[in-house]
């Protein structure tokens, strides 16, 4: 939907409702309590003055490597909420970097279930912070979430080199 082509009015109807869904609207509200205790559990994000910065996605993806040192194909539920905190920060830190942009609730790939996702003006595309740092996890490279920062800031695309 609105890929390769405009979004009908009844896209655009069913966009705006999951925009108010109370999911959603539940989700914004807890940013504050999911940030905090994301601090509590990255080694060196309490450390910084701001830790929502680059040195702050550095240390989530240290964090998030040394948490998953071989990752499987299977992920408890313990680690399942780790990854959606640090998913939260990630986009919360790509939010402040760039100074513009939106939380918005929807389904990003057909089968896959409704979530948050970051919009930006002038990006074609939906970010998903969860991709992001299962990129972390699975592809093991060095400043994987610098790296696509940088590139959202410059207004790159694609996002991911």
């Known amino acids: 939907m609105g890929e390769d082509r405009p979004y009908t009015a009844l896209e655009r109807e069913r966009h705006d409702r999951q925009q108010r869904s109370p999911e959603f609207l539940a989700w914004l509200d807890r940013e504050a309590d999911d940030l905090a205790q994301l601090v509590t559990l990255v080694p060196g994000l309490a450390d910084l003055e701001d830790p929502w910065t680059p040195a702050g996605l550095a240390a989530i993806e240290d964090a998030a490597l040394a948490r998953f040192p071989d990752p499987g194909e299977t992920v408890t539920d313990d680690e399942m909420a780790y990854l959606d905190l640090a998913a939260r920060a990630i986009g919360h830190t790509y939010l402040r970097a ?16 409704i979530g948050a996702a970051l919009e930006f003006p002038g990006i074609g595309v939906y970010i998903d912070p969860a991709e992001s740092i299962r990129r972390v996890i699975f592809g093991r490279e060095p400043d994987t979430l610098t790296r696509q920062l940088d590139a959202l800031i410059t207004w790159e695309t694609p996002v991911y080199r």
């Not at 939380?103 to 790939?109: A, D, E, P, S």
């Open 98 to 113: 760039i100074g513009a942009g939106k939380w918005v609730w929807l389904q990003i790939l057909a089968g896959n279930p």
